[in-house]
């Protein structure tokens, strides 16, 4: 098979660069945005990921449940809006008639598939996963080809691709999982020959679909994962995630405001922070970019001259053990006990094999020794569903009251202390502990991973700030960060 000049050339240094929501959230944020790409695409092959216009997903999802309740007109205005929305993006970003006509028929069709799909929501009064998927995908659909025009405005050859045609997934409809081998034979037959001629494809995030061509989504904030997923796929040299923020930072810098960006992170820790909410990573981001070691970077799209945090196989060690905290409030406990529970076979088994049919993610165990009680945690998401299905599987238990509770308490947060090299660090729990005692914070849980990359705490909602506040003067995380 004859290969282009330059084809190993153009294969080694393609980069994966993901704009976030609010880095699309204009017109004047794409087209600083669309700079960026346009810059990079002069020295190396690109692949644009796009998010929806910051604020749109929730939209289309909170009108496609108003229509699940049979109303018809929630679907049909919010399509009104997005049409004058992103049309007016699309004339400030493309100056030239002939160039926006294409465009603009694309707008229109997706418009038209979206007002059928919340017709047929209102009329049958039903939400299936299958149509939230549909309905919520809309936002990336029409960010892509607005982004390509305003690559194309630039003087950048470009192609809005959509990801139903790139990421082929199981049928696990609001979080479904990539397959891979079918995704990379996809991505070379469908982008490397774009790559090859120069051209930018500028890629739809967050949807996926299976093989028999259904669409999926990757999870909500999942376009961090689609441009991991493209990233792997084509072996990139580099992705780079521009965002709102300068990189991954000690803390959310929305609670608490003195915290710093760090320079660079290991896989590992980026991974637990984006496990225990930090929002700026969808927890799924760096799974299939670990066993290539291929680099990401976490950049600011308003700033692109500061240089963001890389995320790597090794990280840096900075300062103390502890490199960042996270938080995380939309959590319920749920508990399963009574002294009873002692004598019940396998409850432990039982209770997560439940959880693990529903795909619960459970971000927190722990039992007290007795075993009288098993704590644990899930998103609040799923909290209502896992005490259904566990009191279906306990039912004849609960009835002889051998399991006397089921309970579940919404009012909680988790504070997870994260750093490799915390391990071989001794004293960090004390220390943590100390802080939070001397603010009076009650613990209500507690648990440390035996890799020793974190340590997490369970406390009441209302003291999650708190208690972030106090472990990040603890640690030392609002000094210059040094080496
Ligand atoms: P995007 O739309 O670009 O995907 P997100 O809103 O999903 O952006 O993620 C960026 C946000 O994540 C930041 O604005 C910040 O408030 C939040 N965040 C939470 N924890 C952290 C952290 N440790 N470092 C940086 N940002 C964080
Ligand atoms: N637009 C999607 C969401 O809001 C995906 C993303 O932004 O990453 O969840
Ligand atoms: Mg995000």
Same mark, same amino acid.
């Given at each position: 098979?004859?290969?282009?000049?330059?084809?190993?050339?153009?294969?080694?240094?393609?980069?994966?660069?993901?704009?976030?929501?609010?880095?699309?959230?204009?017109?004047?944020?794409?087209?600083?945005?669309?700079?960026?790409?346009?810059?990079?695409?002069?020295?190396?092959?690109?692949?644009?990921?796009?998010?929806?216009?910051?604020?749109?997903?929730?939209?289309?999802?909170?009108?496609?449940?108003?229509? $699940?309740?049979?109303?018809?007109?929630?679907? &049909?205005?919010? +399509?009104?809006? @997005?049409?004058?929305?992103? %049309? /007016? !993006?699309? #004339?400030?970003?493309?100056?030239?008639?002939?160039?926006?006509?294409?465009?603009?028929?694309?707008?229109?069709?997706?418009?038209?598939?979206?007002?059928?799909?919340?017709?047929?929501?209102?009329?049958?009064?039903?939400?299936?996963?299958?149509?939230?998927?549909?309905?919520?995908?809309?936002? $990336?659909?029409?960010?892509?080809?607005?982004? &390509?025009?305003? +690559?194309?405005? @630039?003087?950048?050859?470009? %192609? /809005? !691709?959509? #990801?139903?045609?790139?990421?082929?997934?199981?049928?696990?409809?609001?979080?479904?999982?990539?397959?891979?081998?079918?995704?990379?034979?996809?991505?070379?037959?469908?982008?490397?020959?774009?790559?090859?001629?120069?051209?930018?494809?500028?890629?739809?995030?967050?949807?996926?679909?299976?093989? $028999?061509?259904?669409?999926?989504?990757?999870?909500?904030?999942?376009?961090?994962?689609?441009?991991?997923?493209?990233? /792997?796929?084509?072996?990139?040299?580099?992705?780079?995630?521009?965002?709102?923020?300068?990189?991954?930072?000690?803390?959310?810098?929305?609670?608490?405001?003195?915290?710093?960006?760090?320079?660079?992170?290991?896989?590992?820790?980026?991974?637990?922070?984006?496990?225990?909410?930090?929002?700026?990573?969808?927890?799924?981001?760096?799974?299939?970019?670990?066993?290539?070691?291929?680099?990401?970077?976490?950049?600011?799209?308003?700033?692109?001259?500061?240089?963001?945090?890389?995320?790597?196989?090794?990280?840096?060690?900075?300062?103390?053990?502890?490199?960042?905290?996270?938080?995380?409030?939309?959590?319920?406990?749920?508990?399963?006990?009574?002294?009873?529970?002692?004598?019940?076979?396998?409850?432990?088994?039982?209770?997560?094999?439940?959880?693990?049919?529903?795909?619960?993610?459970?971000?927190?165990?722990?039992?007290?020794?007795?075993?009288?009680?098993?704590?644990?945690?899930?998103?609040?998401?799923?909290?209502?569903?896992?005490?259904?299905?566990?009191?279906?599987?306990?039912?004849?238990?609960?009835?002889?009251?051998?399991?006397?509770?089921?309970?579940?308490?919404?009012?909680?947060?988790?504070?997870?202390?994260?750093?490799?090299?915390?391990?071989?660090?001794?004293?960090?729990?004390?220390?943590?502990?100390?802080?939070?005692?001397?603010?009076?914070?009650?613990?209500?849980?507690?648990?440390?991973?035996?890799?020793?990359?974190?340590?997490?705490?369970?406390?009441?909602?209302?003291?999650?700030?708190?208690?972030?506040?106090?472990?990040?003067?603890?640690?030392?995380?609002?000094?210059?960060?040094?080496?």
């Amino acid at each position: 098979m004859g290969s282009a000049p330059g084809w190993d050339h153009m294969k080694a240094k393609v980069q994966v660069m993901k704009f976030g929501g609010t880095s699309v959230g204009d017109a004047a944020c794409i087209a600083r945005s669309a700079q960026i790409a346009a810059g990079a695409a002069k020295d190396s092959a690109v692949v644009v990921v796009v998010s929806a216009m910051s604020g749109v997903t929730n939209r289309l999802i909170d009108a496609a449940r108003r229509a $699940e309740t049979g109303d018809r007109q929630a679907g &049909a205005a919010l +399509l009104d809006t @997005l049409r004058q929305q992103h %049309e /007016a !993006v699309l #004339a400030a970003l493309v100056a030239a008639q002939e160039a926006r006509q294409p465009v603009l028929r694309r707008l229109q069709e997706i418009f038209a598939e979206g007002q059928r799909l919340y017709d047929g929501t209102a009329l049958l009064r039903e939400l299936t996963p299958r149509t939230l998927d549909s309905i919520s995908s809309l936002g $990336e659909r029409l960010s892509a080809p607005l982004f &390509a025009g305003a +690559l194309a405005a @630039l003087g950048v050859r470009s %192609e /809005a !691709v959509e #990801a139903t045609e790139l990421i082929v997934t199981d049928a696990y409809h609001g979080g479904a999982e990539p397959r891979m081998d079918r995704t990379r034979e996809r991505c070379e037959a469908r982008l490397r020959p774009l790559l090859q001629t120069g051209i930018v494809p500028v890629v739809t995030g967050f949807i996926g679909a299976t093989s $028999e061509g259904v669409l999926t989504t990757l999870g909500r904030g999942g376009s961090d994962y689609s441009a991991t997923i493209l990233g /792997a796929a084509l072996g990139a040299g580099e992705i780079i995630i521009w965002t709102d923020v300068d990189g991954v930072l000690t803390a959310d810098p929305r609670l608490v405001p003195e915290a710093r960006t760090i320079p660079e992170i290991s896989y590992r820790e980026a991974a637990e922070l984006a496990y225990f909410g930090a929002k700026v990573l969808h927890p799924k981001t760096l799974r299939e970019v670990i066993p290539a070691g291929i680099p990401v970077w976490i950049r600011n799209s308003f700033a692109p001259e500061r240089p963001g945090t890389v995320i790597t196989r090794e990280g840096r060690r900075i300062g103390g053990g502890v490199k960042a905290l996270t938080a995380i409030r939309d959590v319920a406990l749920i508990s399963v006990g009574g002294p009873g529970i002692v004598g019940v076979p396998d409850v432990v088994g039982r209770t997560f094999s439940t959880t693990a049919e529903l795909r619960a993610s459970v971000l927190l165990i722990s039992q007290s020794s007795s075993q009288n009680d098993i704590c644990f945690i899930v998103s609040a998401a799923d909290a209502q569903r896992t005490v259904e299905a566990l009191r279906h599987e306990f039912a004849q238990d609960l009835a002889h009251q051998v399991v006397e509770h089921i309970t579940v308490d919404p009012h909680i947060a988790i504070v997870a202390v994260v750093g490799e090299r915390m391990h071989g660090t001794p004293g960090i729990a004390g220390q943590t502990f100390n802080a939070l005692g001397r603010e009076s914070i009650n613990i209500i849980a507690i648990a440390q991973g035996s890799s020793e990359t974190n340590i997490s705490f369970v406390v009441e909602d209302q003291a999650m700030k708190a208690a972030l506040l106090a472990t990040h003067r603890e640690f030392g995380l609002h000094s210059p960060l040094s080496d």
